[in-house]
């Protein structure tokens, strides 16, 4: 199944340090809500069948989102929204918002969490977010962002004690946070395949992988076209043919680092993403990888 995620804008409310927004300057892009229309019903032609809408902050937009969501509905597509949950402030605020997602068929409310966030809105916007998931009936989970750090303790505590669905996800050292002070990931040596779900942004431009945008500026490996020159389905043929997309999918960043030299001990001090970009984003190394597809192809157990 096609997956997709869906840049409706780029405006967001909060100016968090560790987001993979590459720039300091307030980007607000925002996609035309009938053409957003247009390419959604071109989505389900094209096979996809699950769009999540993330970019900036979709709360921003809520009638418009809402909206599409109940077009994906209609369409038999699957739905997820990412947010900050700066909208729920209150319990009845929170409810009424859910209530009405629900209503128009969203399928998942995916609520980020970290130390970074709740500098900017209140922990407890989340745990209102959350359980108004649970009274109303829709599925959520948290995306708690942490770089396993100590201080990171007392946030998954929270989490721990208010008893709510949370998923640690490893900080991405791109975009606002490229100048934190790296940890090491020191994790066991495995394949780290990606599924790579594209993502489209508000101006129509698409890349292979929801991170590709602003993290890939010197080989713009990930990128597949502009939806004003392309369809939909040539843009997912582009990424489906791509060999060494396929390779990142099926044999995993840790096995290509591999193949192309890097020692062991290094690789495991890399996340997936940051080992990703490492590779992929070096044209020296890209041009090699794409000289040696055959025989990386072939480099297996």
Same mark, same amino acid.
């Given at each position: ?46 096979? /996809?069948?699950?769009?999540? #809408? ?8 809520? =009638? ?17 929204? /990412?947010? =900050? ?5 209150? /319990? ?10 629900? !209503? ?37 989970? @948290? ?12 946030? !998954?505590? #929270? ?6 669905? #949370?998923?640690?996800?490893?900080? @991405?050292?791109?975009?606002?946070? *490229?100048? #934190? ?24 431009? $698409? ?20 939806? =004003?020159?392309?369809?939909? !389905? ?16 099926? $044999?995993?960043?840790? =096995? ?10 290094? @690789? ?14 070096? *044209? ?8 040696? /597809? ?8």
């Amino acid at each position: 199944m096609r997956k997709l995620a869906f840049g409706y804008s780029t405006r967001c409310n909060i100016r968090c340090e560790h987001c993979v927004a590459a720039g300091d300057i307030p980007d607000s892009r925002k996609m035309d809500h009938n053409k957003a229309k247009e390419l959604i019903a071109e989505m389900a032609q094209a096979g /996809v069948g699950g769009i999540s #809408f993330s970019a900036g902050e979709p709360f921003l937009y809520f =009638n418009e989102i809402a909206e599409l969501v109940k077009l994906c509905r209609q369409l038999g597509i699957y739905t997820r929204i /990412v947010t =900050n949950c700066f909208w729920a402030k209150t /319990v009845a605020a929170s409810d009424s918002l859910v209530s009405e997602l629900k !209503e128009n068929g969203l399928c998942q409310l995916r609520l980020s969490f970290s130390r970074w966030h709740q500098k900017n809105v209140n922990r407890n916007n989340v745990l209102n977010a959350a359980r108004s998931c649970r009274k109303i009936g829709l599925d959520y989970f @948290i995306s708690f962002v942490t770089d396993f750090s100590i201080e990171d303790d007392l946030y !998954e505590q #929270f989490l721990r004690d208010h008893d709510l669905i #949370f998923f640690p996800e490893p900080l @991405i050292y791109a975009g606002r946070a *490229a100048s #934190f002070k790296r940890r090491n990931i020191l994790t066991d040596y495995q394949a780290n395949c990606c599924d790579m779900n594209p993502y489209l942004t508000p101006d129509l431009d $698409m890349y292979a992988c929801c991170d590709a945008g602003s993290n890939f500026s010197e080989t713009n490996f990930f990128y597949l076209g502009n939806l =004003n020159e392309n369809t939909m !389905e040539q843009l997912f043929t582009e990424t489906e043919t791509d060999r060494l997309h396929n390779l990142v999918r099926t $044999m995993g960043i840790t =096995n290509i680092a591999s193949f192309i030299g890097m020692k062991a001990r290094e @690789i495991i001090t890399y996340s997936k993403c940051e080992l990703c970009r490492k590779l992929f984003n070096s *044209a020296e190394t890209l041009t090699r990888l794409r000289a040696e /597809v055959s025989q990386l192809e072939a480099w297996n157990r």
